[in-house]
């Protein structure tokens, strides 16, 4: 009887997982390459417009503002009207604006269609973390939100050679090639949207694809994870809960570091050299997020076996930190390429444990604003590091004391993780006092 209800488990969590999460994957890919193409649109944009590295920075970061307005309100309409109708209103929403980034003509304009980039694409990410709790039990969501966080890396991998190469050899109708990139790479999602609303399951229940006792183990397992408290109660809950707001700092400062340096990074490889291309740049571009999507699979799988996130969390922050510190002081191209390499690693090996925390301190009823608040406050952060990164590009005429500003940041977060911990040690201790007295 054993075996037959693991073979069971084994076989629907092994359909689930193939059919889900390929697909959630491919869509995360697609959003990260239309948010992050505006670091390679720079490197042509600036010029035409006639944009100085802090208007950039602000048109790069303001994306995030009309994110964090609209993150939670989104995720509670999704909770409303369901996660396919919902995720395919969004990507087609922000394929659409995506597309009109092309035609902007002055920064004002890049405000306004960044501004609703951000409106358009909020909740996406909360609501698939979301979506994950409808089909995965606690003890597989860690391992598949780091599989979803590959997307990442992978979007960089894939957008930076293919946003530069668009750039440097489609100038169709006179329109310049980054005006393109941003044409052809808003397309994508806009088709993705319709795929979704007819692709993407709902509830187990509605899985056509998954036998009758498959559904009904399935719906038994993911029940018994659920308590009884109403989701409006929970809704007040999350927003009252010190430890959504304690992440949401930490989730901050760790985006401020990582899309500071992401958003900036193709106008720092075009400062080692006059004459490299803009896809000579994309490829370059590519080899920290290569190293990143292989190392963090194998920090992700780490932190599943020991079964430990905080200092699994922590650490590559220190190691990001420690990095951009070093590839703000060194002058060699080479040995900057090398520190920006180990500072992405870090950053991108933080994202699998420590989007594992979430689950393991919230209730299921506080999980879908709970979510969505760590992501948006945390997406602030957007905003920050871009913008900071280009105003002290400006007034110093280098990226270095941007890069020392980013690595602060960082280190604030490692610390906020280390005091985290000791206090969960500490209280830890004190219930075992408890129950000893």
């Known amino acids: 009887m054993a075996l037959a209800s693991s073979t069971l488990e084994n076989r629907t969590v092994r359909k689930v997982t193939r059919r889900i999460v ?14 992050a193409n505006i670091g390679y649109a720079g490197l042509e944009m600036n010029k035409e417009l006639g944009l100085t590295s802090e208007v950039f920075g602000i048109v790069a970061g303001i994306f995030f503002l009309g994110y964090f307005i609209f993150e939670v309100p989104s995720n509670i309409l999704l909770q409303k009207y369901g996660a396919r109708v919902w ?11 995506s597309v009109a980034t092309g035609f902007a003509q002055n920064d004002t304009q890049l405000y306004f269609i960044r501004f609703f980039l951000g409106v358009a694409e909020a909740g996406f990410f909360p609501g698939i973390i979301l979506y994950f709790t409808y089909w995965f039990r606690a003890k597989e969501r860690a391992v598949t939100i780091s599989m979803f966080s590959m997307a990442i890396p992978v979007s960089y991998i894939i957008g930076a050679p293919l946003s530069t190469w668009i750039m440097d050899n489609i100038n169709w109708m006179d329109i310049s090639g980054w005006r393109w990139m941003f044409i052809l790479e808003g397309v994508p999602a806009f088709l993705l949207g319709i795929a979704t609303y007819f692709l993407l399951t709902e509830r187990p229940k509605d899985a056509k694809w998954l036998t ?19 989701t409006e109660k929970g809704h007040i809950e999350a927003l009252k809960n010190p430890k959504v707001w304690y992440l949401s700092l930490i989730h901050f400062v760790f985006l401020t570091g990582s899309l500071g340096v992401g958003y900036w990074m193709p106008q720092i490889i075009k400062g080692f050299s006059d004459v490299l291309t803009n896809t000579q740049i994309g490829l370059i571009a590519t080899i920290p997020y290569i190293t990143a999507a292989i ?62 925390l979430p689950s393991m301190v919230l209730s299921h009823a506080t999980m879908a604003v709970g979510v969505a608040v760590i992501n948006s406050v945390g997406n602030l952060g957007g905003f920050i590091g871009p913008y900071v990164v280009g105003m002290l590009k400006d007034s110093t005429g280098s990226t270095r004391a941007g890069l020392y500003f980013l690595s602060i940041m960082l280190l604030s977060g490692f610390l906020m993780l280390l005091f985290s911990k000791r206090e969960k040690q500490v209280t830890t201790t004190a219930k075992v006092n408890d129950r000893v007295i």
């Open 22 to 35: 390929p697909f959630i994957f491919l869509l995360y890919i697609v959003a990260y390459l239309d948010r």
């Open 87 to 97: 995720i395919a209103r969004i990507l087609v929403t922000w394929g659409i604006i």
């Open 212 to 230: 009758k006792e498959e559904k009904q183990w399935l719906s038994d397992e993911l029940d018994k994870e659920k308590d009884l408290v109403k």
């Open 295 to 356: 190392l963090m699979t194998f920090w992700s799988k780490r932190s599943d076996r020991k079964g430990e996130r905080i200092l699994h969390s922590a650490l590559p922050l220190l190691l990001a930190a420690v990095a951009l510190l070093g590839a703000g002081y060194v002058s060699n191209p080479y040995a900057a390429m090398l520190f920006i390499t180990i500072a992405l690693t870090g950053l991108y090996s933080f994202k699998g444990p420590f989007w594992a």
